[in-house]
């Protein structure tokens, strides 16, 4: 048999390619050869060594850094699209079903809450989210929902407006956690049950701030509201629509407090929000043969809901069943866009998703 060298074409020798051909080195040229292939040899695995750590690296750096942005970003992600298809079956030409942390990532919250008109629409809709569709979000959607609520919290503390309905929704939304994380087990929620405990301790943290809140008293420039006559007083009462401002109104002074015991205003508010059928249910009289209606009006607010007013809603299209702001476009198909729009209320939007 045969003995096999280096090279096929000559057992036991070297051979070199050059210009003209192959030629047949010598030992001399052979060791040189030898030592510069190995040389060159180790050369390509230190290079292909340093070139995995560095990918390693990079990779690791880069795997890092992602974590840190997922863990301490504060900017939500949204899409471009400011509408949402709302379906609940497949078709032929959409597959699928629309979930309600998908609609909570599409549609523009975080813009929503700049806005005076959608504020208390958003805030509504958060605490209606905390009450009952925590376990329903997506993980996405968890960090979406409290990234927003940070910026909530974070507006009224700069502008020290809306303090109460605040306050109400993170102490319905912190009850809420710990009925789920303490009563029902960590199971129900999506994610680490870590995160919970934390998202919990900032909670907190947002309702010591709210309570630590010291409003600033404007510069004078002009005439106060005690300042008026009695009867526009009275007129811009009656724009309050919630009860409990119009009694922290009346602990201003002695003049206003006089005042917010108006018995027509508080009959105007008790009509407002609730039906005569629900009136007649709850008479109250007093000594002198009247109608309570202050306390009436507490008393059927611990009975019924409250009437729902927004200046701005979301709105569906029942022609493509779309969901959007009123103020964006959304890519309808109808002749007449505008009457095939619908305004929705914050349960309404809930129900758009419970299959």
């Known amino acids: 048999m045969p003995f096999l060298g280096q090279d ?10 050059t210009g003209g051909g192959w030629k047949k080195t010598s030992n001399e040229e052979k060791n040189n050869n030898v030592s510069d292939e190995s040389y060159c040899k180790v050369e390509k695995e230190c290079f292909k060594e340093n070139l995995l750590l560095t990918i ?11 974590d840190l942005i997922n863990n301490n970003s504060k900017v939500p992600y949204f899409h471009r699209e400011k509408w949402i298809y709302v379906h609940k079956g497949s078709t032929k030409e959409r597959h699928g079903y629309c979930t309600l942390g998908e609609a909570f990532n599409r549609l523009d919250f975080c813009s929503a809450i700049k806005d005076t008109r959608r504020f208390n629409y958003i805030v509504r809709l958060l605490e209606l ?3 009952s569709q925590l376990p329903s979000l997506s993980g996405v959607a968890q960090k979406n929902y409290m990234n927003i609520l940070e910026r909530v919290v974070q507006k009224v503390l700069d502008d020290q ?8 929704l993170l102490q319905s939304l912190y009850m809420s956690l710990c009925s789920l994380v303490q009563d029902m087990g960590k199971s129900v929620l999506v994610g680490n049950i870590n995160i919970w405990v934390h998202r919990m301790e900032n909670i907190l943290q947002w309702q010591q701030q709210l309570d630590n809140i010291q409003i600033n008293r404007p510069v004078s420039c002009g005439m106060n509201l005690t300042d008026l006559p009695a009867s526009l007083q009275l007129n811009i009462m009656q724009c309050l629509s919630d009860g409990r401002d119009l009694v922290s109104l009346g602990q201003v002074c002695s003049d206003l407090g006089t005042l917010t015991e108006d018995r027509l205003l508080w009959k105007s508010l008790c009509q407002y929000h609730f039906t005569d059928r629900q009136i007649r249910k709850r008479l109250i009289m007093s000594d002198k043969g009247g109608l309570e ?3 009436m009006y507490f008393k059927l607010c611990r009975c019924y809901p409250h009437r729902e007013q927004y200046s701005d809603t979301l709105h569906v299209c029942t022609h493509c069943h779309i969901l959007f ?7 309808c198909t109808a002749n007449n866009p505008e ?15 419970k299959f």
């Open 56 to 66: 390693n690296y990079d990779m690791a750096a880069k795997k890092r850094k992602k």
């Open 161 to 168: 407006q809306n303090v109460r309905p605040i306050k109400e």
């Open 129 to 131: 989210i905390a009450k």
């Open 293 to 295: 209606w202050k306390n």
């Open 325 to 331: 702001w009123k103020d964006t476009n959304h890519p």
């Open 8 to 17: 096929w074409r000559s057992p036991g020798q070297s051979w070199v390619k």
């Open 339 to 353: 009457s095939c729009t619908i305004s929705i209320s914050p349960q309404e939007f809930i129900n758009l998703f």
